[in-house]
């Protein structure tokens, strides 16, 4: 029994570290640019290249590299990408060995030449959906689809979005699909029966999932296809062969309760699904229970959206409840749901168990001071490297104020901020302004527009932010800013005014029961009053 527990918990926290992200390939090419153009040992022996040889050869030998890697890579999907790493960093340093060998090739003025040795990248992305959305017949399809038909061809990612394929555009597909399966690890088939009759719809898309069934993907998109529970069936052949997804998309479907119980049904296994976007569907309560099992079934989750779904209480905590059994995730967007206070109670117990979360979007759950408590006092104990906060439209009030606060003082790596549509005020504001005075030096946009706040929570804010090195824009519009306040705040961010989001619905006459609506002589008295009226909400990054 222990062996298996552990064997649960290695599987849970196993990493994957192919393929390298953009970044990581282009800081390869950078440092092969570097020494193809600097003094090295190597180029005591073999001479330098110029910086655009060195570019231009850095480019090539890094997409080669990667295709390579990546080949062998998909050739042993299940290990955990290490030794494509070592043979990607293997086959540049040989290529590179390769061109220093040649020497430089722009003498006199001729142009820069790549070495034939080194081999062309081959391409494993077949994408169709630039241009313009349009249907697709017959024989536009056979001359796009040429490329896949070649034999030997490398494609192992295909997307077919923006394109609407009917019937003979579909049969034109089938026999070519099938002949690729095989090697096939990502398929993007989102928005591609677009303004066809239901009939003919289904008919497509059963047609391209027996095509595609028993491939081996880890990425598949059926996103903006108005599936409902009848286009969710369409494609059981091809959803009940797939064991091994680890992103799946399911955006803008129409995905109902019965269509939300037909996913949870279909997929035998989600144990390796890292992430799952259910975004923009009429599930409901009733259907939030059954997407709560497919979570439930993916200890490996790094990053599920389920926004804009029409859930309320009882499937919120169903959902919450499951990603509590999810302890990998790192961005959780749960935003435009009925959830209440319940459900946001219920998530804040669920996030002890995440303690790399680095983004969370919980905007307009009606989570009201209650919930918004729970969930930044559960937050400020058990995700140290949050980066985005996003918890706007829950109604708000001073009274959660001190608890935002500390929660995000004690996120230093805090990059976005969003807390619109509240009810903070001047005195919440400045609670929130202290509490990134200082630190917070990787934080880039902060948005408090409609608070109810005025000149003298807007002075404070704004010089909290405008210094922080990585800061690109302070929202704060439709609040009751005076004309002087407005002035200050241009004075404020004077040497970078694109700082400073636009303050077209800031209404300067606004009022509110509180703080009535004179805002001229009156608001440096009042301003100076905060003072007294704060000291118990101080809050400091040791609280």
Same mark, same amino acid.
């Given at each position: ?61 890094? *997409? ?57 990248? $081959?391409?494993?992305?077949? *994408? ?40 003979? !555009? ?17 398929? =993007?088939?989102?928005?591609?029966? !677009? ?35 009848? &286009?969710?069936?369409?494609? *059981? ?72 779904? $029409? ?21 959780? =967007? ?8 319940? +459900? ?27 919930? +918004? ?13 949050? @980066? ?39 005195? &919440? ?5 202290? !509490? ?15 608070? +109810?706040? $005025? ?6 804010? +704004? ?19 005076? *004309?002087?306040?407005?002035? @200050? ?14 303050? =077209? ?39």
């Amino acid at each position: 029994m222990e062996t298996e527990t552990q064997n649960v918990q290695h599987r849970s926290f196993s990493i994957k570290l192919w393929p390298p992200s953009q970044s990581t390939r282009l800081t390869l090419v950078e440092r092969m640019t570097k020494n193809l153009s600097t003094p090295s040992v190597f180029s005591k022996k073999y001479g330098l290249l110029n910086q655009e040889e060195a570019v231009e050869n850095s480019k090539h030998i890094e *997409d080669s590299a990667f295709a390579s890697a990546n080949e062998h890579y998909e050739r042993e999907p299940d290990g955990d990408g290490s030794s494509a790493v070592q043979l990607y960093a293997k086959e540049a340093s040989k290529l590179m060995l390769e061109v220093l060998k040649r020497g430089s090739r722009t003498q006199n003025g001729i142009e820069a030449h790549v070495p034939e040795g080194v081999p062309a990248p $081959r391409e494993t992305f077949f *994408d169709i959906s630039r241009g313009r959305r349009a249907f697709i017949d017959a024989e536009e399809a056979e001359d796009l689809l040429k490329p896949l038909s070649k034999p030997g061809n490398s494609y192992t990612k295909i997307c077919f979005s923006n394109r609407s394929f009917g019937l003979e !555009a579909a049969r034109i597909a089938e026999p070519i699909l099938a002949s690729i399966k095989g090697q096939l690890t990502e398929v =993007d088939l989102s928005d591609f029966i !677009a303004g066809r009759p239901e009939d003919e719809a289904i008919e497509v898309m059963n047609i391209f999932s027996k095509a595609l069934e028993g491939c081996i993907l880890r990425t598949l998109n059926l996103s903006d296809n108005a599936l409902g529970e009848k &286009g969710v069936r369409a494609f *059981d052949a091809l959803l009940k062969s797939q064991s091994n997804l680890e992103e799946l998309y399911l955006m803008n479907d129409g995905i109902s309760e019965e269509a939300a119980q037909a996913v949870s049904e279909l997929i035998p296994s989600t144990e390796k699904l890292k992430i799952l976007h259910f975004h923009n569907n009429m599930t409901g309560d009733e259907g939030a229970v059954y997407i709560a099992k497919v979570v439930e079934g993916s200890p490996a989750l790094v990053d599920f959206r389920c926004s804009s779904t $029409r859930v309320g209480e009882e499937g919120g905590i169903a959902l919450v409840e499951a990603l509590g059994k999810c302890s990998n995730l790192k961005k959780i =967007d749960l935003r435009d749901n009925m959830f209440g206070v319940e +459900a946001g109670v219920a998530l804040s117990k669920a996030l002890s168990s995440h303690a790399g979360l680095t983004e969370i979007y919980l905007s307009y759950l009606n989570l009201e001071n209650e919930g +918004a408590i729970a969930l930044v006092d559960a937050l400020k104990e058990n995700a140290p490297s949050l @980066e985005v906060l996003d918890m706007a439209g829950n109604e708000i009030t001073l009274e959660a104020a001190p608890a935002l606060a500390a929660c995000i003082a004690a996120k230093e790596s805090l990059t976005k901020l969003n807390l619109s549509e509240n009810e903070l005020k001047d005195e &919440g504001t400045i609670l929130i302004a202290r !509490a990134l005075e200082n630190g917070h030096k990787q934080l880039k946009e902060v948005d408090l527009s409609t608070n +109810a706040m $005025r000149r003298a929570g807007a002075r404070v804010l +704004a010089q909290a932010v405008v210094n922080k090195p990585e800061f690109k824009l302070l929202t704060i519009n439709g609040n009751y800013i005076s *004309d002087e306040g407005i002035d @200050e705040l241009k004075d404020i961010f004077k040497k970078s005014l694109d700082l400073l989001g636009p303050l =077209d619905e800031n209404d300067p006459e606004g009022e509110d029961d509180d703080q009535g609506s004179n805002e001229d002589e009156g608001e440096e008295d009042n301003e100076d009053g905060l003072g007294s009226q704060l000291k118990n909400l101080e809050v400091s990054k040791d609280n």
